[in-house]
């Protein structure tokens, strides 16, 4: 017996084969490309996504020598939109999160929606998310629309190659802005206020239920037997919470990956009034979450190392880590504001640009390396503050990404954020959280307490420096200040 779980990244798909005591029997995994048509413009080939999934599978599931898969689950990036046509194909290339071509849009949906309705939705809307995207395709793309019979988010997508089911779950759905996070449904509110074409939105399941069984077309090109179990699945942000076992209040994640993200569970869909931060549906029916988002985590630092011309250079992180570690904390006064491509929380202004402020003739390569590190953190503990401000800041926090796999990134997150920084030492946890709630849909567990106990324990503390605290604690008041002094010279 086994559970395979598909990761739909932004980078790469992920696979992975479990077994029932999670212990991983196979893994897999393929790349695909971001496409750039126009400046501002993010889009992925749906059909790219299928063929990197069939890769991974049929990798994962040969290195498990495994075939008996019991049940499958799926996990993706969230907010994106694949509109879908009557003979179930992509109708045209996803529009993915960090798109930003939907930024008129967004300001025309808080006009329209009003605060209220908007905290129903647990969010203010942001370009790249489905609603702003469905917005700028009713407007500048309506035949498009006219034409398709759904409107599929990308984990969705994939399922729907897999089981020819049109469906979505309350996770991914509550990240769309036009969902009701406290009833788990649609907003009709929101969706009859903008006028959207509510037939494009598809059916809502729990994260656990049964969406559908693999085709016989599916299962003879992934090397798998017909009629496994597929469950509805869920945000990759919340398959990776369920696989560490973040499930219930008091623990949170922070990762940095290409963005950053700080995670934190709730008993019930607590929403910031000022709508600073998203709450979003957790896998099990009776969660949420709260999340913040910075869109230019890692990517910064990628476009530094790209900017040094090292982007051929495997070992161009760890080069730039080492010259970081030799800087003192602060970088010598120098800050940096990570609002490469705009910023989510907790400003939500899509046009937000990024800085380097107090650069002097002394500042080298490794004095921005540590500033870009500094700054991206520094963002989100603006985050951490308002979550501390709803009482729901979490007292631990698991360090995940690729980002906090540098020691000297994660010292400086422990520092800043002045909170105890555990070490996974399951290492990615996105797609076996995903086989997890499959193997809830399938039976094979009877509830997610029954899988806590699956969760990888802590190989690693970082405990904050209190020397360090206290220097960071001065440079982040003066890194507070300088969004709203810039954003007047706009």
Same mark, same amino acid.
């Given at each position: 017996?086994?559970?395979?779980?598909?990761?739909?990244?932004?980078?790469?798909?992920?696979?992975?084969?479990? !077994?029932?005591?999670?212990?991983?029997?196979?893994?897999?995994?393929?790349?695909?490309?971001?496409?750039?048509?126009?400046?501002?413009?993010?889009?992925?080939? #749906? /059909?790219?996504?299928?063929?990197?999934?069939?890769?991974? +599978?049929?990798?994962?599931?040969?290195?498990? &020598?495994?075939?008996?898969?019991?049940?499958?689950?799926?996990?993706?990036?969230?907010?994106?939109? +694949? #509109?879908?046509?009557?003979?179930?194909?992509?109708?045209?290339?996803?529009?993915?999160?960090? !798109?930003?071509?939907?930024?008129?849009?967004?300001?025309?949906?808080?006009?329209?929606?009003?605060?209220?309705?908007?905290?129903?939705?647990?969010?203010? #809307?942001?370009?790249?998310?489905?609603?702003?995207?469905?917005?700028?395709?009713?407007?500048?793309?309506?035949?498009?629309?006219?034409?398709?019979?759904?409107?599929?988010?990308?984990?969705?997508?994939?399922?729907?190659?897999?089981?020819?089911?049109?469906?979505?779950?309350?996770?991914? %759905?509550?990240?769309?802005?036009?969902?009701?996070?406290?009833?788990?449904?649609?907003?009709?509110?929101?969706?009859?206020?903008?006028?959207?074409?509510?037939?494009?939105?598809?059916?809502?399941? /729990?994260?656990?239920?049964?969406?559908?069984?693999?085709?016989?077309?599916?299962?003879?090109?992934?090397?798998?037997?017909? &009629?496994?179990?597929?469950?509805?699945?869920?945000? &990759?942000?919340?398959?990776?919470?369920?696989?560490?076992?973040?499930?219930?209040?008091?623990?949170?994640?922070?990762?940095?990956?290409?963005?950053?993200?700080?995670?934190?569970?709730?008993?019930?869909?607590?929403?910031?009034?000022?709508?600073?931060?998203?709450?979003?549906?957790?896998?099990?029916?009776?969660?949420?979450?709260?999340?913040?988002?910075?869109?230019?985590?890692?990517?910064?630092?990628?476009?530094?190392?790209?900017?040094?011309?090292?982007?051929?250079?495997? !070992?161009?992180?760890?080069?730039? %880590?080492?010259?970081?570690? /030799?800087?003192?904390?602060?970088?010598?006064?120098?800050?940096?504001?990570?609002?490469?491509?705009?910023?989510?929380?907790?400003?939500?202004?899509?046009?937000?640009?990024?800085?380097?402020?107090?650069?002097?003739?002394?500042?080298?390569?490794?004095?921005?390396?540590?500033?870009?590190?500094?700054?991206?953190?520094?963002?989100?503990?603006?985050?951490?503050? +308002?979550?501390?401000?709803?009482?729901?800041?979490?007292?631990?926090?698991? %360090?995940?990404?690729?980002?906090?796999?540098?020691?000297?990134?994660?010292?400086?997150?422990?520092?800043?954020?002045?909170? #105890?920084?555990?070490?996974?030492?399951?290492?990615?946890?996105?797609?076996? *959280?995903?086989?997890?709630?499959?193997?809830? *849909?399938?039976?094979?567990?009877?509830?997610?307490?029954?899988?806590?106990?699956?969760?990888?324990?802590?190989?690693?503390?970082?405990?904050?420096?209190?020397?360090?605290?206290?220097?960071? !604690? /001065?440079?982040?008041?003066?890194?507070?200040?300088?969004?709203?002094?810039?954003?007047?010279?706009?």
């Amino acid at each position: 017996m086994a559970l395979l779980g598909i990761d739909l990244g932004t980078s790469s798909v992920k696979a992975v084969v479990i !077994d029932e005591n999670g212990a991983v029997l196979g893994s897999g995994m393929h790349e695909y490309s971001i496409l750039t048509p126009r400046v501002g413009w993010a889009e992925q080939e #749906p /059909e790219a996504w299928w063929r990197a999934t069939v890769i991974a +599978v049929q990798e994962a599931t040969t290195k498990a &020598d495994e075939r008996r898969i019991s049940a499958i689950g799926i996990d993706g990036q969230m907010h994106g939109l +694949v #509109p879908i046509n009557a003979l179930l194909e992509a109708a045209a290339p996803a529009i993915i999160w960090a !798109d930003q071509r939907s930024s008129g849009e967004v300001t025309f949906m808080r006009d329209q929606v009003g605060d209220d309705l908007l905290r129903q939705a647990g969010t203010l #809307p942001a370009a790249g998310f489905y609603a702003a995207t469905m917005l700028w395709m009713m407007r500048h793309q309506p035949d498009l629309l006219e034409q398709s019979v759904a409107c599929l988010l990308p984990k969705d997508y994939i399922r729907l190659r897999l089981t020819e089911q049109i469906a979505t779950d309350a996770s991914d %759905a509550s990240a769309t802005a036009l969902f009701d996070v406290q009833t788990r449904r649609w907003s009709t509110d929101i969706v009859r206020t903008l006028q959207l074409p509510a037939h494009l939105l598809p059916a809502v399941l /729990e994260s656990g239920q049964i969406a559908g069984t693999l085709t016989p077309a599916a299962a003879a090109i992934l090397n798998l037997t017909p &009629d496994i179990p597929v469950v509805a699945g869920c945000a &990759d942000q919340v398959a990776q919470a369920v696989g560490n076992g973040l499930i219930d209040p008091g623990r949170g994640s922070i990762t940095i990956g290409t963005g950053g993200q700080l995670f934190a569970p709730l008993a019930s869909p607590n929403t910031d009034a000022q709508l600073r931060l998203h709450t979003f549906c957790h896998a099990p029916a009776d969660r949420w979450y709260l999340l913040g988002a910075t869109l230019s985590a890692g990517l910064s630092l990628r476009w530094f190392r790209n900017l040094l011309g090292e982007a051929s250079n495997p !070992d161009a992180y760890q080069y730039l %880590a080492q010259l970081a570690d /030799e800087v003192p904390p602060g970088a010598d006064g120098l800050l940096f504001l990570p609002y490469l491509v705009g910023e989510r929380a907790p400003i939500m202004d899509a046009s937000a640009q990024g800085a380097l402020v107090g650069l002097t003739l002394r500042h080298e390569r490794g004095h921005i390396t540590r500033a870009i590190m500094e700054g991206v953190v520094f963002g989100l503990r603006q985050v951490l503050d +308002v979550m501390d401000g709803l009482t729901a800041a979490p007292r631990t926090l698991l %360090a995940s990404g690729n980002g906090l796999a540098s020691p000297v990134w994660r010292q400086i997150a422990a520092d800043i954020l002045n909170r #105890p920084l555990s070490l996974s030492s399951g290492g990615e946890r996105a797609g076996i *959280g995903a086989a997890l709630i499959a193997g809830i *849909g399938a039976g094979i567990y009877k509830d997610y307490a029954e899988i806590l106990s699956m969760a990888p324990v802590a190989g690693l503390t970082i405990e904050p420096n209190p020397e360090h605290v206290g220097r960071y !604690d /001065e440079g982040y008041a003066r890194y507070q200040q300088l969004y709203p002094l810039l954003k007047t010279l706009r």
